[in-house]
């Protein structure tokens, strides 16, 4: 592989198929520019409940041991979620809650985008995390966070962004998380 590349992890916050955040990211993955190694993860729904009893020394389990490593590789991180209930879907918290005392985000370039049918974006889940992102120190890149409200009428069924200005703002993020990579 090019060691001029810059490995992107994408995690979308969702564990339905047909989800709009996941539709999302593989949407960006799609705008990203050849040096962009951009690599989707997909072991949200393998991940044990968190409980720092089975979290012992190096006998973590295998999906939490395949998250940190992904983490670990990456240069930086793109997190697309929804809202459930106000807040982070409790998939995305789980695995945020594996990281927080092994350190993978630590001073990790990450950008975060909501995404949501209401009109408000997913503007709860947004701004908690936010918080939980700052709490485990990862680098939230300046120009790097947006909402999107509506977002059924601005990517479609075939996961095509539909939306020029979407467009445009999701190529403007990216390029912030790019920079911030290099």
Not at 14 to 33: F, G, M
Not at 34 to 41: P, Q, V
Not at 95 to 102: E, F
Not at 126 to 143: F, N, P, Q, Y
């Amino acid at each position: 592989m090019n060691e001029n590349k810059i490995k992107i992890l994408a995690i979308s916050g969702s564990l339905r198929s047909n989800s709009s955040n996941t539709a999302l990211v593989r949407a960006i993955a799609n705008l990203s520019p050849k040096n962009i190694d951009f690599t989707i993860y997909n072991g949200l729904g393998d991940l044990p409940h968190f409980n720092p009893d089975i979290d012992i020394d190096d006998h973590e389990p295998p999906a939490v041991k395949d998250l940190r490593t992904q983490l670990k590789e990456a240069d930086g991180v793109l997190i697309c979620t929804p809202e459930y209930g106000n807040g982070v879907p409790g998939v995305l918290k789980n695995a945020l809650d594996w990281i927080v005392s092994s350190g993978e985000f630590m001073n990790k370039p990450t950008a975060v985008i909501s995404a949501s049918p209401s009109p408000m974006g997913g503007d709860k889940a947004h701004a908690s995390l936010l918080l939980t992102l700052k709490m485990i120190d990862a680098t939230i890149v300046e120009g790097g966070t947006m909402m999107i409200p509506h977002i059924g009428l601005k990517l479609n069924k075939e996961g095509i962004i539909t939306d020029l200005d979407t467009k445009q703002k999701l190529l403007s993020v990216l390029w912030m998380l790019e920079q911030a990579c290099h």
